[in-house]
């Protein structure tokens, strides 16, 4: 029997190939980079074959650096970057370069969409906000600007969608990224037939829709000369990245809740129904199990200002690490963990890039607020952890609204950092935990996903025989009341700001 499961987790940067046991131990991972294309400043793509080379080269030198055989791997399986927009033709030929999820240029066809459904409607459906991010918004780009390339388009596809194309020559997509395509209907589990109508896009250019843990085929005899693999392999089609995250994160039933730590940085849940935040300030994904949903909140710019702070405030942290050798982390950590809660009042708005979830603001800019004559240096830093903090705390409070939490997991690069960690305890008032693997969620889940389509596993909280928890901090009631001021003060300021910074945006002054 088989006893190897094979993740790829095609990610912004490059494809992270990772195989695990069926008992749950990693034993190794390969990463191979590829390009991004950023220009006419909206713009953002990526080759489709360097996905593919990617794939290939990861797996090859995977096997080899394992000295697995490839016949004892049982599946392979996917996490991908999602809301892309890549058009193939009937043979699965790439018509063009993939747009992909940060790009920015479909806004004329965004406001033609909101001509016809309101944000509320919109929302309400697909459970994501109408935006230029979205695939459906990407595709009418297309066939407004490259009308010959839309013409031939057979079918659009996200990362891990044309991967498995290529693996097995089906072409599927799975609810979650379907859900990013934005023309998903969300309760129904099917495309929306009304956002397709308002659109003007042919629905048939769109791919069939499977469950995540659906088996598109076997490797070819092409694939597997390409990938190292042995042809017939079982190829399960996985889920967005997003998604996967859920599952590695053990947010598999109920009310299990996780924050994602990053430069980026979310708030995700698993429920039984979508939740709909009256003003939109979250969103609800389709999840990788039958039956649930993902609601999350994505901030822009988390571990990011914590990187922002330590290139710019902790510069004599910097000196101190590189003539000590010690981590400047650490040292960091050291200060902000010697100064006060609250930072003797001293605010920090962690909008250096505007913000997603839950301002939806690209006005806004960064901001400290509050420093006094005497405010100290440990003041400065351990107020950006705070600021980051209060702004995922207003996520966790809109998901705690709907469901009952009881304690949350983080993962992520700043999961590493305890001070942070206890911060974010004692803002939400929930008890932490930290696993053993805090970079693997995304191949993680899409192991897991492998495993139960393969058969190889009867459920989704097998993910216990992945992780183990090797942190655990409880929250400090204590603590409840002068975060709950420092809150209300953060959200009063983002408000008087805002108009501010829009106004002179609208001005034209950056």
Request: net charge negative; glycine share 10%.
């Amino acid at each position: 029997m088989a006893t190897y499961i094979l993740a790829h987790d095609l990610g912004t940067s490059g494809n992270k190939a990772t195989i695990f046991s069926v008992e749950g131990k990693m034993l190794g991972s390969s990463i191979s980079p590829y390009s991004t294309h950023y220009f006419n400043e909206k713009w953002v793509e990526q080759n489709p074959n360097d996905w593919w080379n990617a794939v290939c080269d990861s797996t090859k030198k995977l096997i080899e650096d394992t000295g697995i055989d490839p016949t004892e791997i049982a599946v392979v399986s996917f996490s991908g970057q999602m809301m892309g927009c890549l058009v193939v033709d009937e043979q699965g030929n790439p018509l063009r370069p993939s747009i992909i999820w940060a790009d920015q240029r479909a806004t004329v066809q965004t406001k033609e969409l909101e001509k016809q459904l309101t944000q509320q409607e919109f929302y309400h459906i697909v459970g994501h906000r109408n935006t230029p991010s979205y695939g459906i918004q990407k595709l009418m780009w297309l066939r407004d600007n490259e009308p010959n390339i839309y013409e031939k388009t057979y079918k659009v596809l996200n990362a891990k969608d044309y991967i498995v194309l290529k693996l097995t020559g089906q072409f599927f997509t799975d609810y979650s990224d379907g859900n990013g395509m934005g023309c998903f209907d969300l309760e129904k589990l099917e495309w929306s037939d009304r956002i397709i109508e308002a659109s003007g896009i042919d629905k048939d250019k769109l791919p069939e829709l499977k469950p995540s843990t659906y088996m598109a085929g076997g490797v070819t005899e092409q694939a597997a000369t390409a990938t190292g693999l042995v042809p017939g392999t079982k190829v399960v089609i996985g889920a967005g990245d997003g998604v996967t995250a859920n599952i590695g994160a053990g947010s598999v039933s109920e009310g299990k809740t996780y924050c994602s730590l990053g430069t980026s940085a979310w708030v995700t849940t698993t429920s039984k129904k979508p939740i709909f935040d009256p003003d939109m300030r979250t969103v609800t994904w389709a999840h990788a199990i039958p039956g649930y949903y993902a609601p999350n909140g994505t901030m822009q710019y988390a571990g990011g200002s914590f990187s922002w702070m330590k290139e710019t405030i902790a510069t004599s942290e910097q000196i101190q690490a590189k003539e000590s050798g010690k981590s400047v982390y650490d040292l960091i950590n050291e200060q902000i963990e010697a100064t006060e809660p609250g930072s003797n009042g001293v605010l920090f708005l962690p909008y250096l890039l505007g913000e997603r979830a839950p301002r939806w603001d690209t006005a806004s800019k960064g901001s400290y607020i509050g420093i006094k004559s005497d405010t100290t240096r440990g003041e400065l830093q351990r107020s950006v952890l705070e600021g980051v903090t209060y702004n995922l705390g207003i996520i966790y409070d809109i998901l705690s609204e709907h469901i009952e939490i009881d304690r949350l997991m983080i993962i992520g690069g700043g999961a590493k950092s305890e001070v942070w960690r206890q911060i974010i305890a004692d803002v939400f008032q929930v008890p932490v935990e930290v696993p053993n693997y805090l970079d693997e969620a995304g191949s993680m889940g899409a192991a897991i996903i492998g495993g139960v389509g393969a058969g190889l596993y009867d459920n989704f909280e097998v993910i216990d025989r992945f992780i183990r928890i090797e942190n655990f901090q409880e929250n400090n009631p204590e603590m409840q009341e002068v975060y709950k001021k420092a809150k209300e003060k953060f959200d009063d300021f983002y408000v008087a700001l805002h108009s501010v910074y829009e106004k002179h945006q609208v001005e034209g002054v950056k």
